[in-house]
Each structure stands twice: as structure tokens, then as C-alpha cells.
């Protein structure tokens, strides 16, 4: 399964700024009040059509496992969705159960051991750190929760989900997830047809009669006059894909998909396939 999404290029979600509390120092079992600047804006998303699922907090990153210290300036990136690669970086082993197609998610961030007074910023994966997510320093733990974009792979490719740079001083980071933002009409068709994951989706599978290359997605509402978005998972599985409402089901979406450099010869792949309405 590809460690890609292909997501709606977009504008800031509005729910981002400013929503994230107070940053908090974790001192003798008990949580207190540490100053700390409010986050902004993490990160560009879809403006519309999001469905927020939560999570029970779950630990996706902890370098005091896997990775070691964030040394001054030092920037590193961390998966957030998925099922694999969590153990690296300290995390879950199996993941948190956030899918490929989520386009932010809400997350928690410590600084824990830190070496002086610093700042963490979250952004991401192929992005520019912009707006400070947490002010730690040399003591107590501190953290902060915020909703950040993750990475959009019609803008760059996605090796990971999320990156998170230190200022001025080293510092352990841990990362736990508390819910995740998905289109609310989405699907991400594996070669078989089957779905991987999606939301609003009723049923997945080849379309009728084809037996290569061609994809029915049925909704659970009617898709006229919606915009169709289709795309091959990531740039190592290329293809030309065309996406229309089927004729016989308002519901129903179908995908043709061909080979980029043969014209009319079908292949199998996997499609995201994002429904605006």
C-alpha cells in the first residue's frame, strides 16, 4: 500500500487558527500553566467538506525510543498515518488507525528533556515551518495541542506526514494523536477495487464486465453536480484516470484508468478519489 495521499490543493482551515489551549508543564504528577505563543495556522488544507473522527490518544513519535534528541535547529519528519514505520520513531507500533487520505490531524506535542528555553514548530511534510506550536525549556515537560495540515502529495511527494523543526535549544519530542480531518466524501480504491479507506463510501469494487482497469465507487448520497477528483496514489504508480457519474446510479461514481504512455491500454492502480460538493 502506498504511504501517499492525493489531496484537494486548498486554503487554511479556519477551525486552525488560534484553536489549539495553553501549553503545559507536567511537574510533580501535576499539569500547570506555562506561557507559550498561540499557534496560528499549521499548515495549508481543504476549507471545506472535512469530517473530524477522533481518536483515543494514542502515541504515534516519542525520540526518547526511536530517533534520539531534536539537537538545536535540527529538523525531522515523522509518519502520522498508516500502519507501518511507527516503531522507528518511538511510536505504536501498528500506527494510531489514522487512514491515507486524512488531510490534518489534531495532535499533542511534548518537549520533554529539553537542554534550555527553545521552540518547537509542526508543519507539513514538504512544507516551511511558520507559526511556533510550543515553547519549552530546561525543567519541566511541556506541551500543546493543535490541529496541523499533513502533507499534500498533489504539491510534493510524501515520505512522511508531518515534520517538526527545534529553535535554540535540543529537546526530546513526543507526539500523540487525538483525532484526524477526512473529506467528508473520499475513497482510496486499492488494485483490486477494494477500499482502503474512505468516508461516505457504501461499496467499492471493479466495475462490471471490466476486467481490468475500471473502478465503480457507490456513495451514500447523490453525487450530481459534484466536482470528481481522481488521481494515482502517488508519482512511482502514474496513470491517466478519468472519473465520471455513472449513468445508471446517481451514487455511483465510476473510474476508467489507463497506462500514461499506451493511449486505450487499461491498467490496474491505486485511485484517490475525492468527491467536492
Known amino acids: 500500500m502506498s504511504r501517499s495521499k492525493v489531496l484537494l490543493?486548498?486554503?487554511?482551515?479556519?477551525?486552525?487558527?488560534?484553536?489549539?489551549?495553553?501549553?503545559?508543564?507536567?511537574?510533580?504528577?501535576?499539569?500547570?500553566?506555562?506561557?507559550?505563543?498561540?499557534?496560528?495556522?499549521?499548515?495549508p488544507t481543504t476549507s471545506?467538506?472535512?469530517e473530524f473522527v477522533p481518536v483515543a490518544p494514542c502515541r504515534l513519535a516519542d525520540t526518547r525510543k526511536g530517533g534520539g534528541d531534536l539537537a538545536v535547529n535540527e529538523t525531522r519528519d515523522f509518519l502520522v498515518s498508516g500502519a507501518t514505520g511507527f516503531t522507528a520513531q518511538g511510536g505504536t507500533s501498528t500506527g494510531c488507525g489514522v487512514p491515507e487520505g486524512a488531510l490534518a490531524a489534531e495532535?499533542?506535542?511534548?518537549?520533554?528533556?529539553?537542554?534550555?528555553?527553545?521552540?518547537?514548530?509542526?508543519?507539513?511534510?514538504?512544507?516551511?515551518p511558520t507559526a511556533t506550536i510550543l515553547a519549552y525549556q530546561n525543567g519541566p515537560n511541556l506541551l500543546n495541542t493543535g490541529t496541523i495540515a499533513l502533507c499534500d502529495p498533489s504539491q510534493t511527494t510524501c515520505t512522511s506526514d508531518l515534520t517538526v523543526k527545534s529553535f535554540q535549544a535540543s529537546t526530546q519530542v513526543i507526539i500523540d494523536v487525538n483525532g484526524y480531518y477526512v473529506p467528508n466524501y473520499y475513497a482510496f480504491i486499492d488494485l483490486d477495487g477494494s477500499l482502503i479507506s474512505g468516508a461516505g463510501v457504501t461499496s467499492s469494487g471493479r466495475t462490471t464486465g471490466v476486467a481490468t482497469g475500471g473502478y465503480t465507487v457507490v456513495f451514500d448520497r447523490d453525487v450530481t453536480g459534484?466536482?470528481?477528483?481522481?488521481?494515482?496514489?502517488?508519482?512511482?504508480?502514474?496513470?491517466?484516470?478519468?472519473?465520471?457519474?455513472?449513468?445508471?446510479?446517481?451514487?455511483?461514481?465510476?473510474?476508467?484508468?489507463?497506462?500514461?504512455?499506451?493511449?486505450?491500454?487499461?491498467?490496474?492502480?491505486?485511485?484517490?478519489?475525492?468527491?467536492?460538493?
Open 9 to 43: 490543493v486548498a486554503t487554511v482551515v479556519a477551525v486552525l487558527a488560534g484553536g489549539a489551549g495553553a501549553a503545559l508543564a507536567a511537574t510533580g504528577g501535576r499539569a500547570t500553566a506555562a506561557r507559550t505563543p498561540v499557534p496560528r495556522a499549521l499548515g
Open 107 to 128: 495532535l499533542t506535542i511534548i518537549s520533554a528533556d529539553a537542554s534550555g528555553s527553545g521552540l518547537l514548530r509542526a508543519f507539513p511534510f514538504g512544507g516551511q
Open 226 to 277: 459534484c466536482a470528481l477528483l481522481a488521481t494515482a496514489s502517488d508519482d512511482a504508480n502514474q496513470a491517466d484516470i478519468w472519473a465520471r457519474q455513472s449513468a445508471g446510479n446517481p451514487n455511483a461514481v465510476e473510474l476508467d484508468v489507463e497506462a500514461p504512455a499506451t493511449a486505450n491500454v487499461q491498467q490496474d492502480n491505486e485511485v484517490f478519489l475525492h468527491v467536492v460538493c
Open 48 to 50: 471545506h467538506d472535512l
